[in-house]
């Protein structure tokens, strides 16, 4: 299964004996590679079964509940069917690594919703977030303790909540000024934020994020400005 990053998909080439049994079973955990060809040069064969099996977490998650006997969900696709068992191929290999369930999706669905989620609530926006909320706090005189009001009741309280109960469950178990306070600022951070979920999606959609990434991460000094990058988030 191709499991290296996209960059080093991208730098690698096509395989040095594309004739192999291996290289001729294209298995991918992420559409990126396949979809923005013209950027990553990754070009399957027309001959074979090109499938995708993306669990739904990251490795670490994979790997911890796979040593407990346990899985996650993943989604899975086929590319190109040639044998009448690309489909059959995909749940097949998601049950090898623990899956219970599994999603339908296409290899570009896949991509997009995966750079768009990263670049939003995944990663980007819940930092972006947490970092405004935290300097507002601080600007009208609040002590660091802004940071359990934050970053720390959120992550180690309400998040697993959510996770375990969802959302409503929170708006139906939450005190009455909180779910006053919720229910009327909600509708205004979804107006104020839409216009730029909208413009991050065009830009994973159009290629921009596709060829930043690359032109980063493949650069020779890729790992000096990430150390510099992750230093200010670091501190």
């Known amino acids: 299964m191709n499991l290296l990053s996209n960059a080093a998909q991208s730098q690698r080439g096509p395989p040095s004996n594309p004739s192999s049994s291996r290289a001729r079973r294209p298995k991918y955990s992420h559409g990126f590679p396949v979809v923005f060809k013209e950027d990553t040069k990754v070009i399957p064969p027309k001959d074979v079964d090109v499938i995708l099996v993306s669990p739904k977490g990251s490795g670490r998650t994979v790997r911890t509940l796979f040593k407990e006997g346990r899985g996650i969900n993943s989604s899975v696709a086929v590319f190109q069917g040639v044998t009448g068992k690309a489909k059959e191929k995909a749940i097949a290999l998601g049950v090898a690594v623990g899956s219970g369930y599994f999603y339908d999706t296409t290899f570009e669905k896949e991509v997009y919703s995966d750079l768009y989620g990263e670049r939003g609530v995944l990663m980007g926006a819940i930092q972006g977030l ?54 009327d600022w909600a509708p205004i951070f979804e107006k104020a934020n839409l216009p730029i979920f909208e413009q991050l999606y065009e830009s994973v959609h159009n290629g921009t994020e596709t060829c930043k990434s690359l032109e980063f991460n493949g650069c020779p000094t890729y790992r000096k400005y990430l150390d510099a990058e992750l230093e200010v988030i670091n501190n």
Request: glycine share 6%; net charge negative; aromatic share 12%.
């Open 130 to 183: 947490f970092l405004a909320q935290y300097q507002v706090l601080r600007k009208n005189g609040h002590t660091s303790e802004a940071f359990n009001e934050t970053v720390e009741e959120a992550a180690q309280s309400l998040y697993p909540l959510i996770g375990q109960y969802s959302m409503d469950y929170m708006f139906n178990a939450c005190s009455t000024t909180a779910r006053r306070g919720a229910l």
